[in-house]
């Protein structure tokens, strides 16, 4: 059974903190993407990640970096956390190749005051 | 840019009525087209997905249909229960380099089911 799972289920951070989201998958899977849902804008993808040490910016990349130093993990870095980025963000992974299927991890939800 | 577009937000039924969610897609390259469920306070999680090679797909009282020459595709839920309320999502996949995919979601349909 596939298990993505990120370090916090909550977080509070205040306005310009360095904020670090990780996550977790146990499965060896290629690909990790993180992804930001908001009421009425679905899921936005973040980053995306298709092997160690790669990343690939998605739709909406201002603000964030990430970083992927081992297959299993990947992390989301909110260089200075601002009152927009109060959000859920959501892990996800898959096989790579064929296999086009995510698996998220439970979400974290963000609020920056 | 590409996009997902997916209609209505929000669905109310009767219990036992059918649901159908309508998705379109802009990238003709897109090839794959899963449908997630998210219960409220939960991850989202696979219900079902149709590659572009067939044109329907069906598992139990869920089934989904696919129009590659219009760019259309469908979630089609019958015999409505109240566990079926939750949030649903379409996606559809865009190739990223040689065999990598990234998904495109929806803005997601809020099905509530009354009893």
């Known amino acids: 059974d596939v298990k993505v799972t990120q370090s916090s289920r909550y977080l509070v951070k205040r306005t310009g903190e360095k904020v670090f989201l990780e996550c977790v998958q146990d499965?060896?899977?290629?690909?990790m993407f993180w992804y930001r849902q908001d009421p009425g804008l679905g899921l936005r993808l973040i980053y995306f990640?298709?092997?160690?040490?790669?990343?690939e910016k998605g739709d909406i990349p201002e603000g964030y970096s990430v970083s992927r130093e081992k297959k299993e993990r990947f992390s989301l870095i909110l260089e200075s956390a601002s009152t927009n980025q109060t959000s859920m963000y959501l892990c996800?992974?898959?096989?790579?190749?064929?296999?086009?299927?995510?698996?998220f991890g439970p979400g974290t939800r963000l609020t920056v005051t | 840019g590409e996009n997902v577009e997916q209609h209505p937000s929000t669905l109310s039924v009767q219990e036992g009525d059918s649901a159908v969610i309508k998705c379109t897609y802009s990238?003709?390259?897109?090839?794959?087209f899963p449908w997630y469920k998210q219960e409220l306070g939960k991850r989202p999680q696979l219900i079902i997905d149709i590659r572009s090679n067939v044109g329907e797909k069906k598992d139990q009282r869920i089934a989904v249909t696919l129009n590659k020459t219009a760019k259309h595709f469908s979630l089609h839920i019958t015999e409505t229960q109240p566990e079926d309320s939750a949030v649903y999502f379409c996606?559809?996949?865009?190739?990223?380099?040689?065999?990598?995919?990234?998904?495109?979601f929806g803005t997601g349909t809020l099905l509530a089911v009354q009893p």
């Open positions: 990640s298709y092997d160690v040490k790669m990343k």
């Open positions: 996606a559809a996949s865009l190739p990223f380099g040689g065999a990598t995919n990234k998904l495109i």
């Open positions: 499965m060896d899977h290629e690909n």
């Open positions: 996800a992974s898959s096989f790579g190749g064929t296999s086009y299927e995510q698996y």
């Open positions: 990238d003709s390259a897109s090839n794959y």
